[in-house]
Structure formats: C-alpha cells, structure tokens
C-alpha cells in the first residue's frame, strides 16, 4: 500500500483523536472554546503565563535535545527522569566543594552533566555490552532513582534541621543568576541557547550526528561502514542521560537551589513529547518546547481554577503525538518506506 | 507443445500492469498448455516478478484479464490462486525459517483449519510427495538449518502439497549447484509427465534449453518473442531479450572461454590460513580454507550460497572473526582485539555487501550522505570537525558523472533510484579513496545486463590498477570473464584456489556440486 | 514453622503482586509474537484498573468492572493497533503516546467521578476463592486454593496460549506472522488482520491486569497507581523469550522480590525503607544484564510489513 491508499484513515484518526478531546472537555462540563481561549489568554496574553512557560522551556529543551539525539539513533531513552535526579544529586552532593564563583557555576552543571552521564551510561551499558532493552533499563532506573532521592533527602543529604525531607540550599553564588529583574528567568535560558547551538552542530554537521543518523536509518549498513551501533547506543544513552542531567543540575540552580523530591515532575516523558513534535530536529526543539510549556501554563491556571482536571494536559500529549504521527503518513508522498520485515528469512545466506 | 483448439490451462488476455508511473507489463498474452513447461525469460525490470504476482494472486491486473479453464477469474488474493491450483515458488524463499519443515507446510495447507495440527497425517501427506519428487524429506528440520537447495525443495513440496496444475518456479536456478540444478530439471521432467504444467523464470539461457517446450521472452513489459525452444538459439534468445541496440548487444557478446592475458600479480596484502567457519546455527560451513590475496589479481570464491562465503567475506570485513585459523589482512591480526570493520576499512578494506537494500545504502539519505558512509575519515569533507556539505557534493557529483549514475544529483535521496543506479553508487563509493583490498560480493546480482557489463569493465580496471579484489558470485560466467583464481566451497572443504585459464566449465560445476573432477 | 509460615504468606502475596503484571505480560507475548511491541500496556492498564472501579462501584460487581477493564483495554489496544498495523507507524513512538493517553484518560476520568466522592467510595472488590474449603491449609492452602480467581484464569490462559503456539495452525501462523511476514502472506494468511486482532487481545489482557490492581489487590483507584508495572510486564516477556508460561513465572519472581521488600522493611526497621523498594526493579536490571544476550526476539519485531506492489 502506498502512502496516498493511508491518507484517509489517516485524516479519519486524527478526526477521532480531535473529538475525543473535545469530548473529554465537554464531560468535564466546560465548554472546550473557551478552554482553549482560556490556555491561549492566560499563557500568551499575561505576564505571568509567558514567564512561566519560558521557565518551563528551559529545562524542555535541554531534555528535547538529548531525547532528539537518542531517538534519531532510534535508541528510546524514557529515563530522562531518573537521569535528570541522578544529575542533580551528583551536582549538589558536591557543592559544598565547589569555589563561589562563576567558576564553581560551571562546575556545578558539569557535574549534573556528569552525573545524568553515568546514569543514562548504565542503560547504556546494559545495552551495549548485554544486549538489554534501552527501554526497559532506562525505565527500572527512573523508578531506581526516584526512591534514592527520596532516602536521600530524607537521610543523609537532609537539611539540618531535620524536618522537610529536603537538602540544606546551595552557596547562593552557584545559583544561576537571574537575567531579567522582576521575573524568574534565569541565566539557564542561556545554557539552553548553547545547548542548543551545539547539540544542533553535532547533530547536523558532525561527525558524530551522521554516525547516529546512520545507525538510526540502518544499523546494517553502519555495522558494514564501521560504525558500531552498540557503541552508538551506549555513547548515546551517555549523551542524552548527560542532557537531562543537565537540566536537573539548571533547574537546582536557577529555581529550587536545594534538592527536594518531585521537581521537575514528568519533565522526562513531556521532553519526548517536545522531540517528536519537533521531528528530532535540534533547531525546533525550543520552538517545540515552548510551545507545551504554553499549553502547561495556560492548563494549569485552568485547572487550578477547577475549569478542567490538570491531567487534560497527558491526553493533550498523547494526542498531539498521534496527530503528528498520523499526519505525517497523510502527507506521506507515495514513495515506500525502507524499514519493513525482511522479504523472506529463509536465504541461507542472510 | 499447445493442441491448437483446446482450452489453454491459463491464460493472460491483454494484461496491463503499472505503478505509478511506470509500466510493468503492456497488454501481456501467454497462454499456458497442459503439461506445457514454459521458460518466461527478460532483462531485469522487463516484467517477469510482475506476472508471478499477478498470477500468486498478490495483485491484480490493472487491465486485462486471466483466465482460467478459458474462465476469466479475478484472484482476491493469494489463497484463490491456491485454490485455482496455481502453485508458486518465489525467488526469495518464502518459508519461515525458525519452524520446522512441516509447520511452514502446515501455514499453507488453510484446510487444516486454525486448530490442532493433525502433524503425523500431514506429514505422511507432505512424505508423499516428496516420495513421488524423490526427495528426502524430514519434516523436523529446522529451515534455518538447511542451505538453499534443500529449502527450495521444501518450498516445492509446500506448492505442491495442494492440487497443482500450474506450478511457476520464479528464478529457481540462480543459487543452485550444477548437480542441484540437474536435479531440479528432473523434478521439472516428472511433473510435465503427470500432467503438471511448469513456468520456469530464469535468465540462463542454459535452463532454456535444458527443460522448456516454449520461450516467452519479455522485454520493457511486453512480449518480444513467444516461440517454441526448438527454433530459437541462443543468439536469437538475446536478440529478443535487448533488442535491436547494437551497442547493448557487444556489450554482452557471449564470451564462453575467456582468454586470460597474464597480469603482472604483486605481493599479498591478505593471508588466510586453516580458516574454520559456521552458519549462524553453529554447523560446520568451510573448514581448511587457506588463500592469499595478491594486489592486482581478482580471485573469485564460489559456490552453492550457504556453504561460508557470506561468513568468509565478513570474517575479511571484520564483521565476525574466523572461528578457527586465521588472517593478517594489511597489518592487522583476526586474533587481535584491532580486527574491526572500522580498522579494516582505515587499513585499506572496501566491501561491496551482497545485499545492498540491507546493508548498503540508507535509502533515506541522500547520495552524498551515502557516500560518506564509507570516507567518513576522509579530510577534505571535513573542516573543523564540521560537514562541508557544498565540497561533498561537488566530490559525489563528479563520482556521479564518472560511473554514469542516472541520478538528478548528490542531493537526491537514494531511494528515488533504480537499483542498477544504487548498485553503481555503491561501486563508485567502494572504489574510490585507494582501497587496497575490495571485497566485492554479489556485485552484479539483480542488475540488467548493461549495467553488469559497466560493473565488470570498471573491476577489471581497478584489478589493473594494481588492486586486490575478492569477488563472491554464483554465476560461473562472469567468474570465468573476469577472475583470474577461482576457489571454491563446496560441502565443507575447499577446492582450489587454481588459475581460471586451467580450469573448464565442467570442472568448476564439479567443484561447485563437492566433485573432485570429472573426467573429460 | 514460623519460617514456614513467613514463607507461605510471602508466596501468596507474591502471587498476588505477580497477578497483574502476569496478565500483561502474557498478552503482550502475544502481540509481540506476532511482531508488535507496545510499550504503552501501562497506560492500558491504568485505564483498565480505573474503569474496573467505577463500573464495580455503579454496578455493584466486580465482575462488570472486569469485563468493562477488559473491553476499554481492547478500546486501547486497537488505537495502537489502528496506528502501527493499519498507518504502519513507528511501535515505540505510538507507544509512548498511548502511555500518555491511558496516564490523562485514568486520572482525568477518575478526577471527574470517584474522584470527587473523596475517600469515602466503598468498592466492591474481589475476594480470593476458597475452593473445595481448603483454603485454610497450612501453608499450600493459601497458596494454591486461596487465591483470586483471575489468577486461576491468568495460568490457565498462559497454558491455552502456549499449548495453541505449539499444537494449533493459528500458532504456526502468529509465529509465521512475526517472523516472516512475507511467507505467511503468501501463503494467503492476512498479516495485518492477525496482527490487528492479536494486538486488540493483548489489550484485553493488560485491561484485566489494571482491573486486578484496583479490584482485587487493592480496593480502589489511585492516579499511576500502576508504578511501572506494565513495563515490568514488558520486561518478563523478554526474560521469558516470548513463553507465556515461562512470562507467568518471570512474573511471580518479581511479586515475590515485591512481596519481600514489605516484609523485610518490617524486619530491618533500620534500613531505609527505600532500598527494599527498588528490590524488583533492581531485580529487573539485573536479569536485562543477565539474560538479553541469548535471547531471539522474533525477527519482525517492531517492523511493520507493507504488501509487495
């Protein structure tokens, strides 16, 4: 079948997905225009929304970008979120031995870096070496994470008073400083620039970018170009572990400035719903993001206000992320596609 | 062979099929006689699988009709052509080769409903036949476990399991050894006696000549030529097939022993020695392989596929190491932990892969991406460790020009290709950057005759260019067109390596079929 | 005998942990096995463990509520059936999209209805059986004769499915279908439609694991209350190399390591609590390390299969 036969059930899903939404609005007894009207208003059109949603893109699209860079080489990576703690643990547990300076800044994110690294880097071993499923290695370890996180703060990183289970706050010179006075947004909107910029350089230009798009496209003719998915797929869990690492080590420093549990909650999965949405293109992540940090922002006045239940926002992802998929095969230009079952097993010498 | 005035067993009436643009057949009329067996020969891309689909019941004509028993029938699908007693074996085996012998039997036969399998019935079903083919049969072999020979025989006994009155075999002798083959044509002789008729596609002229009554030569979808064997030859045959292109013609002038002029043969760049080698389910494929590789000779391997020629060129490839022996290839060890395909493709290695679909190209990338696949290392495409995309596209699209791609340019996607052109990027791709040692497998397999001639011409050049070519092919024409040594595997050992200009036909068939010699 | 005792009572609340993640995995052996992996039966299983409390509440038996699980996660299951078989979409992508789905649908639904009612909702949930009165065994009672009835249901189900993979045609041809496509349509068998249909029973399945989870387990619903289990499901079908009955035992080892965790946190008050928490997913890393290497996936996994032109 070619992708025209496709367009029509294509079409005719995305009708179903579109009403099924509007059907979930209207259940909630709200009417779904002025829920929409009610997102757009509060998240473009007030102060407060626009920040919160540039507050919220900025650890989106450092997460995009590692999901981007993961499943261009199609290695699905749904840790992000045990990796964005792991990150941040590592970098707070070391604080303390940090200068005060922008320096120690700097080290500060390297650190989550680093620690995202070594996270994303045991699925990736996992992978590489024993041949285990990314998805489920890097999933077992978000939950890995979330409990030692919660021993942590409660145990041996716990503040010194002893009552919230929460880390004492970081040096305040190793805060991200804030950019623009009387808001929020913090210096790690640039980080998220450089990220973007570099991670866009590698992807696009590099050698590195072309060897993960090869192993993505076909892992057969890499593994005969000398390209070793494996060790793509372990370099590439290491990678976008260290992204999400990234953006917890940012979110510490620019907002929280101390550990505690459930920060950045879900940011792991919506990173994926970023990158699909931008095509697992670098440049549109931060469009992408920005774009369902309106969407949290203005749902969550909404929801907070008893207008809809807040995990409108979940089936909103979900069907975004199938629309897309279904309006990529309606636009589909008759051409085949080149990973399908192999045509016959039974050649002795496949 | 056809009683004029009886009903023709099928027939094709004007038959039209096309995709998209393209015009896969144009207005087809064949008709089939009882116990008739037909040769259905053409070019690449001159229409045959399109026929085997149509009549298998995979698609339907666009115009035109089949006609069945002088009945026009509109096949649904694959199960009506079964049940009209259409039998087809296709080229790329369908059989699932992780079942047994008698399961993949047991997928076809529907009238066994969705439930228990009745395994001991059936398989006294399927023993008959076989019986009656003479073949042995065991219905508990794994497919993955027998070479091809042996699984196109299982495929026969899965056509012929139901009611067959019709049974096409669709390039039954491209993977098979001269003994195999000459089984095959008996088995083809015993049907045509009970009555069974028999399209046998191919594009060996040899086949023809050994087993068909009539020739149906198709050329760009139509019929060029529907004569009985008896009067055509095999320069007629060709004739047909390319048509009146003179040019096209030389180009595949029949050289039946090639005269080989004496090259000058440098030192070896590749030493293989008391190599041992298994099929992925662990049995011994090829043990006792030893060869030097010298610069500036073609040294082809052949042999039934399945008997370790894949498995030799990806031990060469660093893909997989022997399992025994060894090999020093330029410098490096197939013991040492530097026996890589990334290594050996740095130490001067090039690998044209048998499966280019697979393993060859990215179909969604473009041609200069493509080309990259191999020279990533090379400096100029690169500066400051980023892409220059514009000076890749100048270096491919002057590749593009040398090798003669029919393509829009560097920045076409490859899929948009014809797999002639694909085959040609791959070579242009393979040969450029001063490899040393070329590993090319398969490299004219699926392509149309002139695009073949192209593939040989630029091997021989680059052999005289003072380079090192291992060529894998089952096809003993162009092996002894432009090989120079010649070793073959064969039922787990080696015969050769020996010089092609010592060698007849007869004896590589022998070799090939895991004969010492024969006698001429 | 005390340690008898422990030991027994670990393996029958092990059976039960193991319950719902045996469910789905047994179907998500199936679908696999006809070359669709859905990495979303986590978010089936939450809407079927949501619809099985609001149907057993309104109706008054738990049996509607499972039934009404069963259907939804067949509702489910046929969006990414729709997707990956018929529009022939990336798996894992339109996968993770139906883990969002089923994680806002569950937690949406159940904010506009139980939700609002508070704690206060009595479910009416399921009790273990009690067959032939020999529950109250020592030991082998509560193990063997005192557990729930869809655990019965969930070992007689692996047994069907691994006597039909291999005694029955309709083995032979799902086989065919996620090994080698081709062949199984050339031999007339329709590829998409048993595919399609398979998929939809694998949602089922994972629908009566959610509806385990908050009708029999628990009594009650709780946003994500799955906790990863639908990809622990997804994790016993590779450990047990597509097997259901060998998946129902990969299960029960991780019911078991769950089982133990709250016991042991009794015993070691001084540990901290979470280090017996992460025991089955730390299991389940470990075993990822252990067992991949040799195992065969069937061949068209992931891949969708478009008909020769």
Redesign the interface.
Known sequence: MTGTALRMPALLVIGFLVAMVIAAILLAGADPASVAYGIIERALFTRAGLLEALLRAIPLTIMGLGIAIAFKARIFNIGMDGQLIAGSVLAVVAAPLLPGNIAGIVFFLALGFLGGAVWGGIAGVIKARFGGNEIIATIMLNYVAVQLLSWLVRGPLQEKMKIIPRSDAIDQALRLPVLFDGTRIHAGLIVAILAVAIVALVMLRGRFGYRLAVVGANDHAARYAGISPAWMAAAVLILSGALAGLAGAVEVAGLYGRLQEGFAPGFGIAAIAVALVARLNPLLVPVSAFGFSLLYSGLGALARNGVVPFPLINILEGAIILVFLAATVALRHGGGQTREAPESGARADG | MTETGSVPLVALRGVTKRFGDVVANRAVDLEIGRGEVIALVGENGAGKSTIVNMLSGVFPPDEGTIEIDGAATGFTGPAASVEAGIGVVHQHYMLVPTLTALDNIALQASELGLWKIDRRALGDRAGAVAEALGFRFDRDQRIDSLDVAHQQRIEIIKALIHEVRLLVLDEPTAVLGADDKARLFDTISGLKRQGVSVVLITHKLEDIFAVADRAVILRNGAVAADLPVKDLSPETIVTHMVGSDAEARSELEIQPETVHPEHPVGEAVCRVRDVTLRRPNGSVAVSGLSLDLHAGEIVAVAGVDGNGQSEFVHCLAGLQRPDEGEIDCLGLNSRARTWSPARLRRAGVSHIPEDRRHSGIVAEMTLAKNYLLSHLDRPDVFRLGLLRNHHLGQVVDGLLNAFKVRAPGSGALMKTLSGGNQQKIVLARELDGDPKLILATHPSRGLDLNTIAFVHKTLEQTRDAGKAILLLSSDIDEILKIADRIIVFAGGRTFGPAPCRDLTRQTIGAWIAGHEDIEA | MDEVVFLSGLLAAGIRLAAPIALAAIGETLSQRV?VIN?GIE?IMLVGAFIAVLLAVQSGSPWIGLLGAILAGIAMAS?HA??VV?????Q???G?????????????GY??TL?ELGAAVKVPGFRELDILGLADLPVIGPILFGQHALVYLAVASAIAMAWMFR????G??I??VG????????????VDRVRFLCVLAAGGFAGAGGAFLSTAHLWGFV?NMT??RG?LA??CV?FARWNPVLAVLVALVFGIADAAQIRLQSIFPAV?Y??F??AP??V??VS???G??S?RMP??LG???????
Do not use: C, M, N
Request: proline share 5%; no cysteine; net charge positive.
């Open positions: 070359g990495v978010g969006l729709y997707f018929t529009l022939k979409t990336e894992i992508v339109t993770i999209a139906l883990l969002f789905l089923g994680l806002g649908l569950s937690g949406y904010r506009l939700g005694a029955t045609r309709l032979v041809i086989k065919a090994e080698t496509p081709a062949a199984a349509d050339s031999a007339g068998i329709h946003e906790a990863g990809f997804i994790a590779v901290p979470q280090f928490v992460i997913y730390v389940a890393i990822l390390a252990v991949s290497r195992s061949a068209a891949l969708p299969f478009a008909k020769p032109r």
